[in-house]
């Protein structure tokens, strides 16, 4: 028999209505239910032939079109309505004659912010969430160590800024480097989107604005404010790869117990294959053959109310799967491996295992800033195959010798000893496998010196030490490690001007000749042996 399709126009407390629609098993009569909410839909109805014949698993779907998109009314502003929307989407789901009493939280990316915005309520009759690929911290997503991501947050949430209304925007990649930036949105949209220009003007992590209601206080820290199990999952290279294991990470243990973690080897889509014949083969990466979120859902779903086995998943516990390794580990965290090697920067631009001397100058110019392929863990399009070493005048790579087969986990570190002639820069940091002809992106981060030094003043030294996000991976016999150190990543990072202060909020830039020294500057990995 076919499914039963339901459309709904949901309304919410400022009468504003919401596109909904149903997909209930034809013969049930109170079914558990499982909730969807996207900005990502379709301004169509629903295609009722193929929803009709949907593998339902004795569960109540309810999907719905967050405000502003898809089928819905009113404007889109990204995370500002998801509480109250959602939390009325509960209230409405409550009132139906096909609720049992059961209600399960399922989304990937913002279709999972949408429900951290309001786990802290810890409804009663929620009995389960799965999570995938989204961090609940508001700062993480914006920004990394005071560096705005126009690529990953701002195309986003220009896209987003009432979609359905503006039509025309007025934006390009080079719209990010307008000095100011701030105001910027007025000459995008044609009126200024407070919001995005509150977060501009807060880069630092110790800002009140990030524990106010519009810097994501709401969505912070919802798995230690709730006490329904949830599983999550994120990717080597995923957008929000640090974040998701920083929310593990900061669990009790009892808190855990009823809570699980994948990572899988792909990147920013659930648990999918990237069209890219160079990415490396990952035979076992997948979750489940089925590559359906909802089915992988339904599953943790059934444990949870039936208490079937797991067949993948195991509460209290992180998979990972080491890239190259071909292999799934279970661990309750993510631990450093047992052995330190220690990579030294070398004048010649090698990693040597001694420490080196001399330095190494070269010209940073904000105005034609350096790219690099692939986002690794902090932006988009995560792996992708590197450019040769020393690619521009500002991309300065080292390399080491062939090494020797181990399996490397944890966060690799780098320590630069680097100076400028400017009062504020930036160093960018890049690590790479190189596998034969081919060479990876591992770990990437970004730092001013002034974050370190506020008091820095130009030509003096200082050291800046990098923690990368976790990773693991399989270094064959006769594989290397690259590093390339730079002063920019356009347009990942937003381009540092070279001068003190809020980046956004600068008027111009200026040069700097800027120089690592080598004596103390050193790459550390972790690895088995």
């Known amino acids: 028999m076919p499914n039963r399709v339901q459309e709904y126009y949901v309304e919410m407390d400022d009468g504003v209505k919401l596109y909904t629609f149903c997909i209930l098993p034809e013969n049930a009569e109170k079914v558990p239910v499982i909730i969807f909410r996207s900005p990502y839909y379709q301004a169509e109805p629903v295609d009722k032939e193929a929803l009709e014949k949907q593998e339902l698993h004795g569960y109540g779907f309810v999907q719905q079109h967050c405000r502003g998109t898809g089928m819905s009314e009113g404007e889109c502003i990204p995370y500002i309505n998801e509480r109250n929307d959602g939390l009325k989407l509960l209230e409405w789901v409550r009132q139906q004659e096909f609720y049992n009493g059961e209600i399960f939280l399922c989304g990937g990316s913002y279709g999972a912010s949408v429900h951290?915005?309001?786990?802290?309520?810890?409804?009663?009759?929620?009995?389960?969430?799965?999570?995938?690929?989204?961090?609940?911290?508001?700062?993480?997503?914006?920004?990394?160590?005071?560096?705005?991501?126009?690529?990953?947050?701002?195309?986003?949430?220009?896209?987003?800024?009432r979609k359905k209304a503006i039509s025309k925007k007025n934006l390009v990649p080079e719209t990010w480097l307008t000095r100011p930036l701030?105001?910027?949105?007025?000459?995008?949209?044609?009126?200024?989107?407070?919001?995005?220009?509150?977060?501009?003007?807060?880069?630092?992590?110790?800002?009140?604005?990030?524990?106010?209601?519009e810097g994501g206080s709401d969505y912070s820290d919802v798995l230690n404010k709730c006490t329904f199990p949830v599983c999550m999952t994120t990717a080597w290279y995923d957008i929000y790869t640090g974040g998701v294991l920083d929310i593990w990470e900061s669990l009790p243990e009892e808190r855990k117990k009823n809570c699980a973690l994948a990572v899988t080897p792909?990147?920013?889509?659930?648990?999918?294959?990237?069209?890219?014949?160079?990415?490396?083969?990952?035979?076992?990466?997948?979750?489940?053959?089925?590559?359906?979120?909802?089915?992988?859902?339904?599953?943790?779903?059934?444990?949870?109310?039936?208490?079937?086995?797991?067949?993948?998943?195991?509460?209290?516990?992180?998979?990972?799967?080491?890239?190259?390794?071909?292999?799934?580990?279970?661990?309750?965290?993510?631990?450093?491996?047992?052995?330190?090697?220690?990579?030294?920067?070398?004048?010649?631009?090698?990693?040597?295992?001694?420490?080196?001397?001399?330095?190494?100058?070269?010209?940073?110019?904000?105005?034609?800033?350096?790219?690099?392929?692939?986002?690794?863990?902090?932006?988009?399009?995560?792996?992708?195959?590197?450019?040769?070493?020393?690619?521009?005048?500002?991309?300065?790579s080292f390399v080491s010798d062939e090494l020797e087969e181990m399996v490397c986990t944890g966060k690799m570190e780098l320590q630069i000893e680097v100076s400028s002639?400017?009062?504020?820069?930036?160093?960018?940091?890049?690590?790479?496998?190189?596998?034969?002809?081919?060479?990876?992106?591992l770990r990437d981060d970004i730092d001013s010196i002034c974050r370190t030094v506020p008091e820095f003043l130009p030509g003096a030294k200082a050291v800046l030490k990098f923690r990368f996000e976790h990773h693991s991976f399989r270094i064959g016999k006769g594989d290397r490690l690259r590093l390339d150190i730079s002063s920019s990543c356009f347009p990942h990072f937003l381009v540092h001007p070279n001068r003190k202060g809020n980046i956004a909020e600068q008027n111009g830039s200026d040069m700097a000749r800027n120089t690592v020294f080598m004596e103390n500057s050193r790459l550390s990995i972790y690895c088995d042996r």
């Open 421 to 441: 002639t400017a009062p504020d820069t930036c160093f960018y940091a890049r690590v790479d496998i190189v596998k034969g002809e081919k060479t990876y992106p």
């Open 266 to 396: 792909f990147m920013h889509a659930y648990n999918t294959l990237p069209d890219d014949p160079d990415y490396p083969e990952c035979p076992g990466g997948l979750i489940s053959e089925n590559m359906q979120l909802e089915n992988t859902a339904v599953a943790w779903f059934d444990h949870i109310r039936k208490g079937s086995e797991l067949e993948f998943f195991e509460k209290g516990k992180v998979k990972y799967y080491t890239l190259w390794e071909n292999q799934w580990h279970a661990v309750s965290d993510i631990q450093n491996g047992a052995v330190k090697h220690d990579f030294y920067l070398t004048q010649e631009r090698t990693l040597a295992a001694e420490a080196g001397s001399g330095s190494i100058t070269y010209l940073y110019n904000p105005v034609a800033p350096a790219a690099f392929k692939g986002g690794c863990c902090h932006n988009f399009y995560g792996l992708q195959l590197q450019d040769a070493p020393s690619s521009r005048y500002d991309i300065i």
């Open 116 to 161: 951290y915005s309001y786990m802290d309520t810890d409804p009663a009759d929620v009995k389960g969430a799965f999570l995938a690929v989204q961090d609940s911290e508001r700062y993480n997503i914006i920004y990394r160590n005071g560096f705005f991501k126009p690529g990953l947050h701002g195309n986003w949430a220009v896209g987003m800024y």
């Open 182 to 213: 701030t105001g910027i949105t007025e000459s995008i949209f044609g009126e200024l989107d407070h919001q995005l220009e509150n977060e501009l003007l807060h880069p630092d992590r110790s800002s009140g604005f990030w524990k106010k209601t």
